[in-house]
C-alpha cells in the first residue's frame, strides 16, 4: 500500500511538472511573438499597442530607455495583484512571460523593421501581436497589466477578454495622438483591432 501511494504522488508530481513545463513553453513563444511584433512592426514605425505596452512605447519614445525596462516597472502592481486573485502559478508564469518579452525586446532592437508599408504592419503587426498574447493568456500567463484587469473582470461579466482590453486602450490611444500624431494613433487603432480579434480566437479555439 505504502509503495502504491509512493508511485501515486510520483506519478502525479511528474504530471504537475510536465503540466507546467508545457505550459511555460507555450508562454515562452507567446511572449517571442509579441517581441517580435514590437520590435519588427510596432515601435519603430511609431505603432503603439495599448496597455501598459503601449504606455512602456510612449515613455521609450519620450526618454531614449528601453521598453523592456518600462515593461517591468509599470507590470509589478499588477502582478501583486494578480497573485492576491489569481493565484501563484498565474504570478510565476506571468513573471516569466514579461522577462522573456523583456529579454526579446532588447534582442530583438538592433534589428530593423521588417516593412514600413503601414497596411502590412497593421496586418502582419497585429496578428502576431494578437497571436502572443492570446497564446500567453489561454496558457496561464499574461504580458500585461490591463490584461489582468480584463481577466478578473470578464470572469465577473458577459464582456470578453479583448473587449475589456479594447476599452482600456482607448485612452492610450488618444494620448499617442499628441506624442506620434494623428495618422499613427490611427494605425495604432487599427492594429489593436486586428490584435483584439486575434486574441479573442486564439483563447477560444480548440
Not at 71 to 77: A, G, H
Amino acid at each position: 500500500m505504502y509503495w502504491t501511494r509512493v508511485r501515486f504522488y510520483s506519478n502525479f508530481t511528474r504530471a504537475v511538472d510536465m503540466s507546467f513545463i508545457k505550459r511555460s513553453c507555450f508562454i515562452f513563444c507567446g511572449a517571442l511573438l509579441v517581441a517580435i511584433s514590437l520590435q519588427l512592426f510596432l515601435v519603430k514605425n511609431y505603432v503603439i499597442d495599448g496597455g501598459i505596452i503601449g504606455i512602456s512605447i510612449i515613455l521609450s519614445h519620450i526618454t531614449h530607455q528601453e521598453v523592456g525596462l518600462f515593461l517591468l516597472l509599470l507590470n509589478t502592481p499588477f502582478f501583486i495583484l494578480a497573485y492576491s486573485y489569481l493565484g501563484r502559478r498565474f504570478l510565476m508564469l506571468s513573471l516569466f512571460a514579461i522577462l522573456v518579452l523583456s529579454m526579446g525586446t532588447f534582442l530583438l532592437e538592433p534589428i530593423p523593421v521588417i516593412t514600413n508599408n503601414p497596411i502590412l504592419v497593421i496586418i502582419l503587426g497585429g496578428f502576431c501581436l494578437g497571436l502572443g498574447v492570446g497564446i500567453t493568456i489561454r496558457f496561464g500567463a499574461c504580458l500585461d497589466g490591463t490584461e489582468v484587469l480584463a481577466i478578473l473582470f470578464s470572469k465577473r461579466s458577459p464582456f470578453s477578454i479583448g473587449q475589456y482590453v479594447l476599452l482600456f486602450n482607448l485612452f492610450i490611444f488618444g494620448c499617442s495622438i499628441f506624442i506620434f500624431g494623428l495618422y499613427e494613433a490611427i494605425y495604432s487603432l487599427a492594429t489593436f483591432f486586428v490584435a483584439y480579434k486575434t486574441i479573442d480566437f486564439s483563447i477560444q479555439v480548440h
